[in-house]
């Protein structure tokens, strides 16, 4: 912990000392039509950098000019184009980055010390350029919507490929589960529903919100922050929260309420709009022995059925009797974790949980596990869990009948790279871009630093 405090600490110190920098030494680094990038801008990017906990790398300030010209090319057309961002969307931006900042300070009492402003003139610092950021990710979504690849661009792309740049793939598994998570009774879940009474009329009785929920809230998010969860939307949270945090005026507590997560109740901070700001304490009750136990029945008594039957419908038997909500509604398929937009099931080996794989490793394709005990490795939750071994994919150089779809994948990749950078190349080239010396030496550069536009030319 002293060691991550201090990594902390050096970051806000370079924070301080580069702003301090750009207050006395400013300067024009760049100038794209009718924008310009300040040196100021690209200091206090970098003093981010630092913030975020990485080492010193002067380098990166070529990086972070480069990300500046190309948010504002795209900014620019995005006027053009009437694409725009909610302030909404804005001030959600703003707050989770606050959140960030001032979990790694510590406190925001800290933060402002080290920044020399308070978290409101910081927030009003950040805002244009995180709302140019937001609006530059949607134009460069609008400029790839129509980028569709097809199975024959598919092979085109598998087939420029030479031989020696194939892919190599490793071991893959599809593997499915059924999980049976531990559940509390009444009886066992009433010692905790109180305990988070008690807090509750304490606040009610004028002890102070953030400090109970620095000591006894169970959130490991917001409870260093006194419970804070700064504004969220009525799609952010689960609907119980939402239900309890809409229908509050500022300053009004809920009543004690329960989620999948626990027993809470909130306080409402302040309502913009469709957005609330609320701070909370969580109490989350402690799974018992007897809750495992009857967990562990239910399992039995499902492999049991499953066993029984000599064409079992794993994936039905998932939807049924499943507690993960991201498996069962997915015929219990588990998802790459690292491909989760294209929702693939096939999980490399050395991706997998090590409980999963020590399970798999010595069942054949097309059977199913005893149920197991597993614990999660970020949260220590128990549960049991049924698994079937769908497939196994041995180690192998890429080939269409096998990875089509990993193919596809990155064939649309290369067909969106070369749509953005065919689109950026045509604006550079209309555009009047001027970049201050100490940065035409950077090697990203190098294809914005030309002699003379055509944009410039015109104004000659």
């Known amino acids: 912990m002293r060691k991550i405090g201090l990594s902390i600490l050096t970051s806000f110190i370079f924070l301080s000392f580069a702003q301090a920098q750009v207050r006395t030494l400013d300067k024009i680094a760049a100038v794209v039509g009718s924008s310009i990038v300040l040196q100021s801008d690209i200091e206090l990017q970098y003093a981010q950098y630092l913030v975020s906990g990485q080492q010193p790398n002067p380098s990166i300030k070529c990086i972070i000019l480069q990300n500046q010209l190309t948010q504002k090319l795209l900014a620019q057309q995005a006027v053009i184009d009437s694409v725009q961002v909610k302030d909404e969307e804005v001030d959600a931006e703003v707050d989770r980055r606050m959140r960030s900042f001032i979990q790694r300070a510590g406190s925001q009492d800290r933060l402002e010390q080290f920044l020399g402003r308070s978290v409101i003139q910081y927030k009003d610092e950040l805002r244009p350029d995180i709302k140019e950021s937001l609006v530059a990710q949607r134009m460069r979504s609008k400029i790839t919507e129509k980028v569709n690849t097809t199975p024959q661009d598919v092979k085109r792309y598998y087939e420029s490929l030479s031989k020696d740049s194939l892919p190599s793939y490793n071991k893959e598994i599809e593997v499915g589960e059924i999980v049976f998570s531990p559940k509390l009774n009444k009886e066992e879940k009433e010692f905790y529903k109180q305990k988070a009474e008690e807090l509750r009329a304490r606040v009610k009785k004028g002890e102070d919100f ?28 689960v609907k119980e929260f939402t239900a309890n945090a809409f229908k509050l005026k500022a300053g009004e507590i809920s009543p004690v309420f329960e989620t999948e997560n626990g027993f809470h109740f909130l306080q409402v901070i302040e309502r913009r709009g469709e957005q609330v700001h609320a701070r909370h304490i969580l109490i989350i009750p402690a799974i018992t022995e007897s809750s495992l136990n009857r967990a562990k029945t239910t399992a039995d008594s499902v492999y049991n059925a499953m066993m029984a039957i000599k064409k079992f419908d794993f994936s039905s038997a998932a939807a049924f009797y499943s507690d993960d909500k991201e498996t069962k509604f997915n015929g219990g398929m588990m998802l790459n974790a690292e491909n989760v937009q294209t929702r693939s099931t096939y999980i490399p080996t050395d991706k997998l949980d090590p409980q999963v794989a020590l399970v798999t490793d010595t069942m054949k394709v097309g059977s199913i596990s005893k149920p197991q005990l597993f614990s999660d490795a970020q949260t220590g939750k128990k549960s049991y869990k049924i698994l079937y071994l769908k497939s196994v994919t041995n180690a192998h150089k890429a080939n269409l009948e096998q990875d089509f779809a990993k193919l596809k994948d990155e064939a649309n990749n290369d067909k969106l790279s070369r749509t953005i950078s065919q689109w950026f190349d045509k604006r550079r080239k209309e555009t009047f871009i001027k970049i201050d010396p100490e940065y035409q030496v950077c090697p990203q550069l190098k294809g914005w630093v030309v002699a003379e536009t055509t944009a410039q030319a015109k104004t000659e």
């Open 210 to 237: 953030a400090t109970l929920a620095r000591l006894y809230s169970q959130d490991p998010g917001s409870a260093p922050e006194g419970g804070d969860l700064g504004f969220f939307d009525r799609s952010t949270m």
